[in-house]
């Protein structure tokens, strides 16, 4: 399996601030006949579904502020909220679906400082 | 906009058989660009994917080795849904489960979630 390891754990931004969150796996996730990275961030809000952020480890999904980006490429992967707001307190979840079974980081709370 | 609405017991013996269904509006289970999920959520394991559904003119089943001789995954084509059964249940498997589907990935849509609670 394909582990997947989030850092940090947690993390208290202020608000405006930039936030970071990094996820790394334990083989690479990057295709090579196609030059893609099978690697996907979620978001998950109290007592909700996660909801998709980024695919193809930097594509924006449809409706996601632009505030979200992701970067990196093989094994090492970087979220980035570039201001951080009120709204974007949850736990964020890296996900490779590059090979089954499709695993997850352990996710990284995410909270105001 | 594709929905998935969870049914299915919240409570379950040890040993029996856990059984959850996701109906889907918006979309077929007999796309041949979706894939149906089930994953589940626990603080011990956190989010594990157990295996999908998809038909790419004909059907595919792909399980997580974890549970792979415990579960199956069947699509309804006449309800229009997709099913879960995890056999053979411990107190390990108490989790909230999840539905999920997308163009095969990533996961774009979830159902509500169920939490299952393995108990006698």
């Known amino acids: 399996d394909i582990v997947m390891t989030q850092s940090p754990d947690s993390l208290a931004v202020s608000l405006g601030e930039r936030a970071t969150i990094n996820c790394k796996s334990s083989?690479?996730?990057?295709?090579?006949?196609?030059?893609?990275?099978?690697l996907a961030w979620y978001q998950q809000k109290a007592g909700q579904p996660p909801k998709v952020l980024i695919y193809w480890a930097s594509t924006r999904e449809s409706g996601v502020p632009d505030r979200f980006s992701g970067s990196g490429s093989g094994t090492d992967f970087t979220l980035t909220i570039s201001s951080l707001q009120a709204e974007d307190v949850a736990v964020y979840y890296c996900?490779?679906?590059?090979?089954?079974?499709?695993?997850f980081g352990q996710g990284t709370k995410l909270e105001i400082k | 906009q594709v929905q998935l609405q969870q049914s299915g017991p919240g409570l379950v013996k040890p040993s029996q058989t856990l059984s959850l269904t996701c109906a889907i509006s918006g979309d077929s289970v007999s796309s041949n660009s979706a894939a149906w999920n089930w994953i589940r959520q626990s603080p011990s394991r956190g989010l594990e994917w157990l295996g999908r559904?998809?038909?790419?003119?004909?059907?595919?089943?792909d399980y997580a080795i974890s549970v792979k001789s415990r579960i199956t995954i069947n699509p309804d084509t006449s309800k229009n849904q997709f099913s879960l059964q995890l056999n053979s249940v411990t107190p390990e498997d108490t989790a909230v489960y999840y539905c999920g589907s997308g163009s095969t990935w990533p996961i774009d849509y979830w159902g509500q979630g169920t939490l299952v609670t393995v108990s006698s």
């Open positions: 559904t998809y038909y790419r003119s004909k059907w595919y089943n």
């Open positions: 083989q690479s996730v990057l295709y090579s006949s196609n030059n893609k990275n099978y």
């Open positions: 996900q490779q679906y590059y090979s089954s079974p499709y695993t």
